[in-house]
């Protein structure tokens, strides 16, 4: 089944308009949340005002309630990022991320924040997620699929963030859906696997007080691992008729503001195709316009076509290795990358580390690998996610076949 799409006309040439999608550049983002929290918790350290504002285009000014009437100040994505970079350079070892993300969901976003407050359930509040990303998570787009009892969330970096910007927002937005699910559901967070990426002991110490003890480190990417038992557990403040006034509301917000990335767009189009990723050509033609032009386009995000191709890879070949045991050649297979050598090398390219040491860093926190189950992949339920992780394994075995 091919995964769902968000928001897209699929006829060819049907994306050419300028401005028909969002971009880094784009002032969408309410100056008064969340960056005035982030501020907040950065300008309460010895770090001096004018670097942690450096190169943002942010004055503490525009945060003043007074810059907020009739609509008031508004920020993009890009400056969202620096400040995020700014940050983690002068503040590497401070809990700044995590703390702001215990505080960042339902948060003070008008309805979508209003939205989140009345979720009936987690699945609930992922569908919500999902939809208003660009304003609940701005910067990474959260990603879903199914596997072995789980539902996996990755936070894919789609506006061509810095290493340390994608990890400051990443370790927030992971902290925040932890955070929130134990306030609203009044259970703890047993089970869930958070995997923040590349993490110093100190650093990860540091995370597992807020996101739980099974967080861990150097499994190869960005993602969460949550049981499927908890997505339907209800949650203390839920109404739907509150929840469905709100997001109408939010909705009427985002009129005349584009729904998805050009990123997100041509990693929907490739996730349709998949295993076979077309050439740059392919789907250059496939939207309309010439390579150079969709070169061109991704790069206003900092984003390559490579890179977009790649992100899919690796985010397939985690799910594989992790939630179905596959060895190296039985995703290079899928990947159709020729052989496990091949695999290996990959994903070193993609992450830094060996595939064996990505095993290593799940090993034990995963239940046995149900695999009489029936593995045939089908796309998240959620009509809201941008694009999920392509067709298992065996669907793509037979597909070969």
Known sequence: MRPTIIHQNKEPGAHTRRGGWLTAEDKYLQACYPMAQLLDLALASDVPQHKLLRGTGIFVEDLASQAHMNGGVRFNVRQLAVLADNI????????????????????????????????????????MLCEFRHWLAPGLVPCMSQYNGYRILHWQNVFGLSTRAEKLLSEAYMTALVSVTREQCQENNSGWICCPGPYDAAQLRRMRVYCGEE??????????????????????????RIRDMAIAQAKTLMTGIPAESFAERVASYLSGRFPELPSLSETASYFGISSATLKRYLA??????????????????????????????????????????????????????????????????????????????????????????????????????
Not at 312 to 330: C, K, P, Q, V
Not at 366 to 373: A, C, D, M, S
Request: hydrophobic share 35%; charged share 20%.
């Open 88 to 127: 983690a350079h002068y503040l590497p070892q401070d809990e700044i991320a995590s703390r702001w993300g215990a505080r960042l969901w339902p948060g003070y976003a008008g309805s979508f924040s209003q939205a989140l407050a009345t979720a009936t359930d987690l699945g609930d509040f992922l569908q």
């Open 215 to 240: 967080t861990t480190a150097g499994a190869g990417g960005c993602f969460m691992a949550i049981p499927e038992a908890f997505l339907s557990l209800p949650w203390a403040a839920g109404s739907p």
């Open 300 to 401: 206003v995000d900092g984003m390559r076509y490579q890179q977009v191709g790649d992100q899919i890879r690796l985010r397939y070949s985690l799910e594989l290795m992790h939630f179905e045991g596959g060895s190296n050649e039985d995703i290079a297979d899928a990947l159709r990358l020729g052989d496990g050598a091949n695999f290996r090398r990959s994903f070193r390219r993609w992450t830094g580390i060996l595939p064996s040491e990505a095993r290593e860093a799940l090993s034990g926190r995963l239940p046995p690998l149900n695999v009489e189950r029936d593995s045939s992949y089908s796309s998240p339920s959620y009509s809201s996610a941008s694009y999920s992780s392509p067709k298992s394994a065996q669907s793509i075995r037979s597909h070969r076949q």
